[in-house]
């Protein structure tokens, strides 16, 4: 059971996914700003919906990254001889 969510997980934190969401998230803004007077009120709250979700995802990978940071060593390892 744990090896389907792991793999769900690892599909989910990808790049990939990260792009998509940037693109998900310029697109349904560059739509709400420019285009706001002639939208429906239907396709107005996809893309906020949208806009919504693609932030959050968006905020879930900066939390990652300021939480675990990158998998350098603060500094080269001494010998001990």
């Given amino acids: 059971m744990f090896n389907g969510i792991n793999e769900v997980l690892v599909n989910l934190v ?24 002639t939208l429906k009120k239907e396709i107005k709250l996809l893309l906020i919906v949208m806009l919504i979700v693609s932030t959050i ?17 603060p500094a080269l390892p001494v010998s001990v001889n």
């Fill in 14 to 37: 990808s790049y990939p996914v990260l792009v998509g969401s940037i693109s998900v998230f310029v697109i349904s803004l560059f739509f709400l700003i420019a285009k706001k007077k």
């Fill in 57 to 73: 995802i968006i905020g879930i990978f900066i939390f990652l990254v300021f939480a675990f940071g990158n998998n350098h060593l």
